[in-house]
């Protein structure tokens, strides 16, 4: 599903636990050996401060990408597996959030029974979409595949209206293809041609698990392959998707209805449980059409083949090895270069928490989290919101009239941190040990649609988390004007209450600016303080905030990931601006606090500034292959970890200070050159 939400980071959704003192006091500030200083650190600065890391972390083979985000993963997902089989060894109520944890595990870890049972338990699901007697059935079955954690054709949620942003509306999203991104549907270079050729082996590979004939599956695949193509021609780039206003067409049902009338949607919203709907927002227009030209202009066998793979597809991490495999080998090996499967155990509580988060999550915070970090992060949060509003009102660029509207904005910022004041209830969710583990998946899927669906037509719940307490991350929500920082992210690198300031300033306090910066980045700006998509710029304003934005743009897009492939600036340039926004304010609120405590002295014989920075570019250390650099670069809104800090740095007067960086250095942009937004 698509929301405005601006994450840290896209990539690592974790299982961690934030507080374990014995570990905080072992781990040092800045752990000199992650350092190269062989390397000059106005050249390469990311080689300078992580070169060490870099080295002695070599990339495992499950790993597309491996970073000290994941260094943390692996310490704590043990202690996480711990909790969960402590769950499944002592018998829980029947019905309780320990009996439903510790039995989805256990299904999930049973490798015996899923490879015994094979196909056996999506066949009957199969079964059911090969019987589709006509197009008038389509809708409805649509329906059915949705409730159960599907998306053929397009996607849809249910979230705050963009324009009023106290009431959940329905939301209608282009989608439906799987093959990674839009344009590899589309471009005839050899990799995107690569692509294609492993997906169709993919799609003939689960059908014939499945049980289904050399011939059909051939026919499956050539099916598969045309209707996602034609919904690819006609879905918008990575790029135009960022534009909330273009992405914006609030409609009437009647209207939804003559742009796709082959698509029965009353009947359609009916059966998904979308009761008295009469508008909704319809993101993408053309794709929504395109799917009603599908349905009329196909053959009822292709649309039946089509909707049998999104069910082959869904199913396969779920059944046996030989499913779980072959998507695998698609979606893990050959889009990210990963050389083999994450151990099972490792995937079993990556579902739990995509399944029982918050009931995870009140469980671990409850041993792990203690109120003195939640105040910590609250007083370094009132000092980031302080430096921020400086930098507003000192801004020379912007007009009384935008900085008095930004300062309103800012200071009507809803803070979360940690974990939400209240705990969902997982009461109506039914795990069930005699049947198979595809089939309580589906069970979890019809609670959580079931949970989003309810929130239709109802007022915005503003306390309500998008992120679980042991995620590893942080957002910046525009609807709700909120920043989120989870428990879990008060951990060294990010936050260590056994380091000097500088350090800490530098890893989450930048963490907590970045945040911030989203409400202001080329997305963020256009929602107002009550989370509203509105103008509330100067026309001179905005003019001059693009001007200043496009030198980002324009840098970015200058840099070479990989071989000959640029970095997409549009793509990244609220994640970069929210960067260089959090190395500013971040820098400005530790200045604060000196003014106070006075400079400390060197540690290690660092500077404080040089530990400031060292800190912030650790966070980002790591390896990664040249087929995730590759990927990763066409589809993700953050630019690679190394240069969200050799790309951001340059950018910063007071890193040029900290390392006398000089012209001559391969980093240095001249200071009439270097970005200043905010």
């Not at 879905?235 to 029965?264: C, F, G, M, W």
């Not at 993101?283 to 059409?289: H, M, S, Y």
Request: charged letters at 25%; hydrophobic letters at 40%; aromatic letters at 12%.
């Amino acid at each position: 599903m698509k929301r405005n939400v601006f994450y840290l980071t896209a990539v690592f959704t974790m299982i961690l636990f934030a507080c374990n003192e014995n570990r905080k006091a072992e781990i040092p500030g800045i752990l000199l050996a992650n350092l190269d200083t062989t390397a000059i650190a106005g050249d390469n600065f990311y080689q300078y401060a992580n070169g060490g890391w870099v080295a002695s972390h070599p990339l495992k083979a499950e790993y597309a990408r491996f970073g000290a985000f994941d260094e943390l993963r692996e310490v704590s997902a043990e202690q996480v597996k711990s909790l969960i089989e402590n769950l499944s060894v002592n018998a829980s109520k029947q019905g309780n959030v320990g009996q439903k944890i510790g039995d989805l595990y256990a299904l999930a870890m049973d490798s015996n029974r899923l490879n015994s049972e094979k196909a056996a338990p999506v066949l009957p699901y199969l079964e059911k979409l090969s019987k589709i007697g006509g197009k008038e059935e389509i809708s409805q079955t649509l329906a059915m595949m949705f409730r159960d954690g599907m998306s053929p054709f397009f996607s849809h949620y249910v979230y705050a209206d963009d324009k009023n942003s106290s009431l959940n509306i329905l939301h209608v999203n282009q989608g439906g293809y799987k093959m990674g991104d839009r344009d590899y549907y589309l471009l005839n270079d050899e990799r995107s041609q690569t692509f294609r050729a492993k997906y169709v082996e993919l799609v003939e590979k689960l059908f014939t698990l499945a049980g289904y004939a050399a011939e059909e599956t051939k026919n499956a695949s050539a099916a598969v392959m045309k209707i996602e193509t034609q919904l690819a021609k006609t879905a918008s780039s990575r790029v135009e998707l960022r534009d909330p206003v273009a992405n914006y067409h609030k409609i009437t049902l009647n209207e939804l209805t003559a742009l796709s009338p082959e698509i029965q949607w009353a009947n359609l919203f009916e059966k998904i449980g979308v009761k008295g709907l009469t508008d909704l927002n319809v993101g993408q227009l053309n794709p929504i059409a395109e799917v009603g030209k599908i349905i009329r202009e196909y053959p009822l066998q292709d649309i039946k083949y089509y909707l049998l793979w999104n069910a082959l597809n869904s199913a396969a991490p779920f059944l046996s090895d030989e499913f779980s495999d072959a998507s695998f080998e698609y979606y893990g090996k050959t889009l990210s270069g990963k050389e083999k499967q994450r151990e099972r155990w490792k995937r079993a509580v990556d579902m739990l928490d995509a399944s029982l988060g918050e009931a995870i999550g009140q469980i671990y915070v409850e041993k792990y989290f203690p109120p003195a970090a939640k105040e910590k992060m609250l007083d370094l949060v009132r000092n980031l919101q302080t430096a921020l509003g400086e930098r507003i009102e000192n801004l020379a660029w912007m007009s009384e009239q935008t900085k008095d509207r930004a300062l309103d904005k800012l200071a009507n910022f809803h803070v979360k941190i940690g974990y939400p004041d209240k705990w969902r209830d997982y009461s109506k969710l039914t795990v069930n040990k005699a049947n198979s583990y595809w089939d309580n998946i589906i069970l979890s899927n019809n609670f959580e649609y079931d949970y989003m669906i309810g929130k239709f037509n109802q007022p915005v719940d503003k306390d309500e988390w998008l992120m679980t307490p042991q995620t590893v991350n942080a957002y910046y929500n525009p609807a709700t004007n909120e920043i989120c920082f989870p428990a879990a992210i008060l951990q060294p690198p990010f936050f260590n209450q056994d380091a000097d300031d500088a350090v800490n300033y530098g890893a989450i306090g930048v963490v907590i600016g970045h945040e911030m910066t989203h409400g202001f980045d080329d997305q963020g700006r256009q929602y107002d303080k009550e989370g509203n998509l509105s103008d509330w710029w100067t026309p001179e304003d905005a003019a001059l905030f693009k001007e200043r934005t496009q030198v980002l743009v324009d840098y970015f897009n200058n840099i070479t990931v990989w071989d000959t492939v640029h970095a997409n600036g549009a793509l990244t340039l609220g994640e970069n601006i929210a960067d260089q926004g959090g190395l500013q304010v971040s820098w400005q609120a530790y200045q604060n606090t000196l003014k106070e405590k006075g400079k400390p002295a060197n540690i290690d014989a660092f500077t404080d500034a040089q530990r400031f920075f060292l800190a912030y570019a650790a966070i980002w250390a790591g390896n990664i292959r040249n087929e995730e650099i590759l990927r990763l670069t066409k589809i993700d809104p953050h630019s690679l970890g190394k240069w969200r800090v050799n790309g951001a740095l340059p950018h910063i007067d007071a890193w040029y200070d900290a390392f006398g960086v000089k012209p001559e250095n391969k980093m240095y942009v001249a200071k009439e050159k270097r970005v200043g937004i905010w």
